[in-house]
């Protein structure tokens, strides 16, 4: 089994940043992708940002250049730089990790979610 625990969101003013973490644990052999999503009320979930084991890294139009996406292997953590915030980054951000375990077997595991508020 593996669980992953997200930190870092809150309450900000446009403008300011914050920093998300994704700390993965359990029966983990190898953590192959890690992504970021997002999801608003009575909305569906949206991608934000991903970053495959090997380092390359896909955002959505909406927070390039805004948002750096990046991970530590060494930690299974991956981490979601958020700069240059707006009202419409606010949302629920939830991290997921397509995780292999020590039985060899490969599975997509979710974050509980952490509330991100952009608000003056």
């Known amino acids: 089994q593996v669980q992953l625990v997200e930190s870092g969101g809150g309450l900000v003013q446009p403008g300011g940043s914050l920093r998300l973490s994704c700390a993965a644990s359990g029966s983990i052999f190898r953590i192959n992708t890690m992504g970021w999503y997002r999801q608003v009320p009575g909305k569906e979930r949206e991608l934000v940002a991903t970053?495959?084991?090997?380092?390359?890294?896909n955002y959505a139009d909406s927070v390039k250049g805004r948002f750096t996406i990046s991970r530590d292997n060494f930690k299974n953590t991956g981490y979601l730089q958020m700069n240059s915030l707006k009202p419409e980054d606010t949302a629920v951000y939830s991290c997921?990790?397509?995780?292999?375990?020590?039985?060899?077997?490969?599975?997509?595991?979710w974050g509980q979610g952490t509330q991100v508020t952009v608000s003056s």
């Open positions: 970053i495959a084991g090997g380092g390359s890294t």
């Open positions: 997921n990790a397509i995780v292999t375990t020590v039985a060899r077997s490969t599975t997509s595991y």
